[in-house]
């Protein structure tokens, strides 16, 4: 069974950092395509970032490029998104992805 567990969430002021962590078990990371996927209050779900097993990285939307990165570490079955000089509009619920499997989310507040 995939599972997928974000964490690293929380609330920051408008310019500030976080970093947030993808657990992943049940299934091969290390073979597996991922991404990061948000929700906004009220919209739908953006693509973020990709990533596929063997770190090629592609990006879905421009308003975070530049300011997020995505990685992983397949040794730790662990995904990353290092998200900076975060901005009002990155308020949404984030969460990684494989395949159609996503887990619960990890809440991002930006907020003064």
């Known amino acids: 069974e995939v599972q997928l567990v974000e964490s690293g969430g929380g609330l920051v002021q408008p310019g500030g950092s976080l970093t947030l962590s993808c657990a992943a078990s049940?299934?091969?990371?290390?073979?597996?395509?991922m991404k990061w996927v948000r929700q906004r209050p009220g919209k739908g779900l953006e693509w973020l970032f990709g990533i596929s097993s063997g770190g090629v990285v592609s990006y879905f939307l421009d308003s975070v490029k530049g300011r997020f990165a995505i990685s992983r570490d397949n040794a730790k079955n662990t995904m990353y998104l290092q998200l900076n000089d975060l901005k009002i509009e990155d308020t949404a619920m984030y969460y990684c992805q494989k395949g159609n499997d996503r887990g619960q989310g990890t809440q991002v507040t930006v907020s003064s």
């Open positions: 049940g299934f091969t990371f290390s073979s597996s395509d």
